[in-house]
């Protein structure tokens, strides 16, 4: 059994700073998380990893607890190394990760001024 990834650690961390993730705002730790979703007994966060890494794009996945692309994407405005990170989440605990997001979302609709 190898545990070696399949991934190349200075590739990623330097498609996460084209991506703006920023050097001093623990870039290292997010590589690590990355990386790390191999480790999930469900590899679907591990793949889409490696398909963003090699066509950029992120496959549409199954509502989880409520929880979508579009969501991630529209109400967290999440980036795509977030997005995935999210996905892994909620594949590894569904339920306490989805309210973990859900709050996300009300705290920061809380920062907003109100529509008229």
């Not at 480790?39 to 490696?50: D, G, I, R, T």
């Not at 999210?86 to 920062?111: F, Q, S, T, V």
Request: charged share 30%.
């Amino acid at each position: 059994m190898h545990n070696m990834s399949m991934i190349n650690k200075n590739e990623l961390k330097q498609r996460l700073i084209d991506e703006g993730y920023i050097e001093e705002y623990g870039l290292d730790r997010t590589v690590e998380n990355l990386i790390n979703l191999e480790n999930l007994e469900n590899k679907a966060a591990y793949e889409m990893l490696c398909t963003w890494l090699k066509t950029g794009k992120i496959q549409k996945f199954e509502s989880i607890e409520g929880i979508d692309l579009k969501f991630l994407r529209d109400e967290l405005h999440m980036k795509n190394p977030a997005i995935i990170l999210a996905y892994g989440m909620l594949l590894y605990d569904p339920k306490h990760n989805a309210i973990a997001l859900k709050r996300e979302k009300d705290r920061r609709n809380c920062m907003k001024p109100a529509k008229l």
